[in-house]
Every structure is written in C-alpha cells, then in structure tokens.
C-alpha cells in the first residue's frame, strides 16, 4: 500500500481560484518526495500555490503559465531577493495615496447602495466604488515609481490579493453578486507579500507549453492542465479559465482594453481567442478522439523529466479509460492518490473503476505519478 509519508505543508497565499490546489498540497508534496527530485516544472502554476510549496520545501522551481497575473505572482513568491522590510516604505506610500477616478472606477464600481459609477448603468460590478477608486490611484503610482522587476511584482501582487478580500464575486469575474458581499463594504488595506527568500535559482516563464517543454528539462513535472468539461449539454461558447480572470490581467497590464458583455470581460479574453487546447470538447474528426485527450497524451509524451505527477479531474473531458491510456504510452503509473476521499489507490488496482460520471456526485481528483519510458 501507499506509505505514510509526514509532509510539511509550508504557508502558501494567493486569490481565489477555482482551479486551487491548496488542499491537494500535502498530497502533492507526498508524491514529489516519491520522485525524489531537484528540479521542478510546474507546467500550469496559475495563482503559484503548488509552486509556492515547493519552492519553500527546497526544491529549484521552474514556474510558467500563459496568464500575466501569473508571472506576477511567480516573481513575487519564487524570484525575490530582497527582505520584507525591503518594501515597507513602497506598502506604506501605496496605501496613503487618496482615491481617484479613474478607468477601473468607470467599469468595475459600484455604488454602495446599489448603483453605479457610471451614469445610467445598471450593470453588477465586482468592487465598490471606494476600493477602485484606491486601485485606479495605486495602479497609476506603480507605474510612475521606478522599480525593478520583482519589487513591481511585489506591488501588483499586493494589490491583488487587496482586492480579492474585498470583491463582490463568488471567486471569479465572469458574473458578480446581486447584492454587496459583507466584505465589499471594507476598505482595501495592501500588505507586503508572505514570500521567502529562495536560495535556488527558481525560473519564470510565461509562455505555452508545448513551447516550453521544448526547452527545458526537469526531474520532476507537475502538470494541472485546465479541464474541457464532460458535460455533452455545455454549450460551445462556455467561458474559460482565462475569461475566468481576466481582470487580473488588466491590472497587471493597464492596457485599458476593449471591453465586452455584463462582466465587461477584456475582448481578449472571449472564448474563440482564449481557449486552452486543454478545454477543448470536440473531438478530432480524422481520429475520432477528444482533442482534450490527445492533447494531454502529447503533453506526457513531450515532458523530458523522469517523474510526472499529472492531476486531473473526474470531471474533465477525458474518460478514466482515455487517461489510462494516454499515460501508459508514455509511462507507468506507480502511485495513484484519489484525493476528495482522502482515499490512496495503488497502481495496479482498477482506478478506472472509482471515476465519476454521475452529474449528482461530486467530482474526484485525481493525482498520478508517473515514471517516464
């Protein structure tokens, strides 16, 4: 059976996220120290989380993702150098500064008694008025002020998880609440970031995977690829992760970008631009496979690293047959934790059979660790 392995989960901190893996940490950490690696791709590090913890339990992290915001995070948490008391005086200046209006307030504030900003618009909106006004006047200062790479990502990142303790959503802005959450009445307050000095030279990277395993090589990936839906009856145009969190985007880039729909959703971030190969339903036409399932099989098969640990949904596009099969090409299994059940399943018993399908029962996750051919 699956050894007891104790794991440390060191603190990690990011913003809300449906894609969270906070409580799949100590899992996670169990099957990494199976792989005994050095070095370490996080293929999809998202808010960091994942590679926040490895980072912290001493391993060299390799972090990318295709968003923005994640870069942000990542050279936050992962690349710094300096002391938290290296940013007090920046926290303190970007807290005293005075609200303004400004383009952030036009769009995305609402008045607290249940109006808007904008003259006529009757639209939900994801922060009060006072707390954009306070972003539109720090997210102009950060600009103004010279800083460095990482002590901009620091400010960003402070801003961020500012303003996801006050929002008005249920974790992500594609919609936003009917009525103001509780905490959207408060005033943003930012913090310095809980971040440790690395002695390992972590790496950032912003790019598509595919891209990126062409170049790298690691001990050890870690895949958590976003999942296209098994449900026949989501329509085709279903808002993706991207669209998801668009806004973070915009705060990270200020690009002020064309806007479109009640969520006022950057137009780059609709479903025909931002889709992931990953979310993708259909199937191929010339193979009759998901384009999903192929997707995540070339994804295996692409990784030079000795370990993978993929997770995966049972509530993704792919069957638990498909899956099996897309990893025994390239691999094989040699541990399977089923993680919603605190359940460890081994390798060689019938997963396959433990995979939901049933749309009244939760979704299981799943995390494989996998030994390359």
């Not at 609402?110 to 008025?129: E, F, R, S, V, Y």
């Not at 395993?213 to 690691?218: A, G, H, Q, T, V």
């Not at 200020?254 to 992931?276: E, H, Q, T, W, Y």
């Amino acid at each position: 059976m699956f050894e007891d392995i104790t794991v440390d989960v060191p603190p990690t901190e990011g913003i809300k996220y449906a894609g969270s893996k906070l409580k799949l940490l100590p899992y996670i950490l169990q099957l990494t120290q199976k792989a005994n690696p050095k070095t370490i791709l996080d293929g999809f590090s998202g808010t960091t989380r994942v590679a926040q913890a490895l980072a912290r339990s001493g391993y060299k992290v390799i972090a990318n993702d295709s968003a923005a915001w994640s870069k942000v995070f990542a050279t936050c948490y992962l690349l710094n150098k300096h002391s938290k008391e290296h940013y007090r005086d920046l926290i303190e200046h970007l807290n005293s500064l005075p609200g303004k209006d400004g383009w952030f307030t036009e769009n995305y504030g609402g008045a607290p008694n249940g109006g808007c900003a904008k003259q006529g618009d009757n639209l939900k909106k994801p922060w009060q008025i006072h707390n954009t006004q306070k972003l539109d006047a720090i997210r102009e200062e950060i600009d103004n002020l010279t800083l460095d790479e990482t002590e901009r990502a620091v400010a960003l990142t402070s801003l961020m998880l500012a303003l996801d303790s006050v929002d008005n959503t249920i974790g992500h802005y594609a919609a936003y609440l009917n009525e103001w959450s509780e905490r959207s009445d408060n005033e943003m307050v930012l913090k310095i970031p809980n971040f440790v000095v690395s002695k390992n030279k972590n790496q950032v990277l912003q790019d598509d995977i595919f891209s990126v395993l062409d170049n790298i090589e690691s001990d050890l990936a870690y895949f958590d690829p976003p999942y296209g839906s098994n449900n026949d009856k989501m329509p085709p145009s279903r808002i993706r992760y991207a669209a998801y969190y668009h806004i973070w985007t915009t705060i990270c880039l200020n690009d002020k970008p064309k806007l479109f729909g009640k969520a006022k959703r950057r137009i780059d971030s609709s479903d025909k631009v931002s889709a992931s190969v990953f979310e993708e339903f259909r199937r191929n036409r010339k193979t009759g496979r998901f384009i999903a399932v192929e997707a995540i099989e070339r994804l295996l098969k692409s990784t030079r690293a000795q370990h993978i640990i993929l997770s995966y949904s049972s509530g993704g596009r792919a069957t638990a047959d498909e899956l099996n099969e897309a990893i025994l090409k390239c691999g094989k299994i040699k541990e399977v934790i089923e993680v919603d059940y605190k359940k460890n399943v081994m390798a060689d018993m019938r997963w396959t059979s433990e995979w939901v399908r049933d749309a009244e029962l939760p979704n299981k996750e799943f995390l494989f660790l996998i030994e390359k051919h």
